[in-house]
């Protein structure tokens, strides 16, 4: 009996707990942002290896973006963290209030002795670390969230409590998409007996500094506030990073508050970070006015706190002030690096200023002792290359062997194909023939780039020739090189031969990718072999490469040009079926393709398809449903169609808003026109759509109407109003109404409104010629009384005399 109710209390235990996770698994992420709540500490995990390394390293804090986010974020239906969009607005709410100006002076409100420490926020992973069988294994089960169920997510829990804090680290920064590792932090950190250590705080940092995941960084620092963990200045300087990678420079300075508010004294570090944000963010004198407090503060300045203001001078175009700082350092106690001579050089290659990258070399050595290396050579080289000035650059590497210095062939390449771009194959070619004589072999991306520099000036043969030299000379050609000499037949009309190409790729032991299904696709659909192209698809997809929404609409909009609109149908189905990524636009190319030959009934049954297939329509889908319907007067139903997109919370376009007018005025019904306008209106105002109105009317000559909604249009007595004022007029006197035209006259005048000079005297002719010589007179008088200059008028009023007379 005792069994019997262990076991039952375990089953209950059990069931509790799964309730609990089940309601709780689903928290979005600002949950652990916001929430008071401790983790439960079971046990401390030991530590593994790791190093500390200084963040003072002077090239680590000046990295680019990493890779774009893409894919599935969540790694299942139960723990769906909502990892947001770093445009939902500012979560720095604390500190709303404080500027730029005030968060650079708060600077100077910190005292303390500004020792620096061993810096604990840099936390450097073993590289054994990455290639241990539970990290492996982690990953691998992470890659199948898209698939998650209860199994998969009991085994990762499983290996979860067997990961040491070095592991955990290496996991994070495995991850390609930097928002899925937050995602598996915020996992790992609801379940039961686990705990992150301080250094997994401090990697997610780190990782989310090189992203745009501001609010992300923003919440594990408010998560490390309340939890009490140790936040130095480093782990600060990571949130002003992320928050400068997204643009958002005041919300980087204001977390300088945030770190006075948490009691934190700056070092040089967070320093250098803060001058690094405001640089980027082109505030070279908030940076400049930064420096001086922090100096005021006993924080001096290091070699990178000035490189990254010579930086600053050079992005604003100002080399000359860059110099003059690098003359001023040994002054101020720190001697200039080779970084600070290569940051203006850099500046100098661009625009072309040779003397004075010369001049510069020469101050190297004078100035600073420093020689010109190898690394001095490459860094002019592939920058001169690299802003098309392949001359200068041929004429630094010549330098560089005359010293000494062995340029590889990776600066031989980027002049290579500097020349390539040019159209300069003839220099192109000998160069590549002078590395194998300098003892430099060319290797595939050299070759490559002669044969798409051969493609580009339609020298399809000679980049034939290439590709064979690249076998004599025991050099393989890759995808690339394949892909590029595809690309150049397809351009030269010969796809056939591209097609050919893919199908025996395997004899020649290379594998087309999908960028070479998608060149010679394109080729196949502008010489109009539109089934061929489909069948390349079909093919495409086989082999694991699905086509874009945007070359699928390419191809459907081949057929429909053709007034082949069922087979683009057809090829859209297949697509969807195939698992292919198709999206509104291709549904609504399709259905404007049915519109265009008037089969009004497939293109509503589209419509349908949409809702099956779950791709909702949109604006425009709705306003070719519209037009269509309108030109054939079934305008009940393209009301209803108006009715039913508004209901959906779409907003009408301009375009929307022209269709509509030009098919009911096309039909004479202008009542109902104008209550589905008036429902259009309240949900997307559209400022000149009575203008617009009137106009149709008139280009129909519905004057009368027309007539009627002057007065709206005439409440705004804008420029607008006055032309189609004008358009009213028009129509009127090529309607021989004479009087009418002076009625609208006499109305722009009460609004100050001064019709146009040509336009009144057709007016005054045609009213004379009437015998309404008192609303003639009437009309010129209100031109002069208007303000009308008198030399423009008055060859008018003589020739309106004479006429008179």
Known sequence: MAQNLNILRRVLAYRILNHFYANHLSCPARYFAHASYSTTDFRVQSEGSCNIRNINDKNDGFRKVGSGFQGDLS???????????????????????SSDDESIELIGSFRGNHKQRENIARVEIDENEFRHPLVKEVCRLITLRSAWNPNLEGQLRHVLRSLKPPHVCAILRSQVDERVALNFFYWADRQWRYKHNTIVYYTLLDVLSKTKLCQGARRILRLMTRRGIECPPEVFGYVMVSYSRAGKLRNALRILTLMQKAGVEPNLSICNTAIYVLVKGNKLEKALRFLE????TGIEPDIVTYNCLIKGYCDLHRSE??????????????????????????YFCKDKKIEEVKQLMKSMVSDSTLIPDQVTYNTLIHTLSKHGHADDALNFLREAEDKGFHIDKVGYSAIVHSFCKEGRMDEAKSLVNNMYSRGCIPDVVTYTAIINGFCRTRKIDEAKRMLQQMYKHGCKPNTVSYTALLNGLCHNGKSLEAREMIKVSEEHWWTPNAITYSAVMHGLRREGRLFEACELIREMVEKGFFPTPVEINQL????????????????????????????????????HGFCQTDDLEAALSMLDDMYLSNKHPDAVTYTALVDALGKKGRLDMASELIIKMLSKGLDPTPVTYRTVIHRYCQWGRVGEMLKLLEKMLVRQPFGTVYNQVIEKLCAFGNLEEADKLLGEVLRTASKVDANTCHVLMESYLTKGVALSAYKVAC??????LIPDLKLCEKVSKKLMLEGKLVEADNLMIRLVERGIQQNEIHSEVSRYSKLKS
């Open 321 to 346: 002030d860059g110099l003059k700082l690098i003359a001023e350092m040994p002054s101020k106690g720190c001697l200039p690096d080779k970084v600070s001579y290569y940051t203006v050089m850099v």
């Open 293 to 296: 407090r922090m100096q005021i």
């Open 75 to 97: 790694f299942g239906a139960s723990i769906n963290y909502d990892v947001e969009d770093e445009g939902d607005g500012d979560e720095v709410g604390e500190e709303e209030g």
């Open 747 to 752: 109305r722009m005048f009460s609004r100050n």
């Open 556 to 591: 459907i909009q081949s057929f429909c040009r053709n007034k082949e609109v069922v087979e683009a149908k057809l090829f859209l189905q297949e697509c969807l079926n195939k698992g292919c990524a198709v999206n509104v636009v291709n549904f609504t190319t399709v259905i």
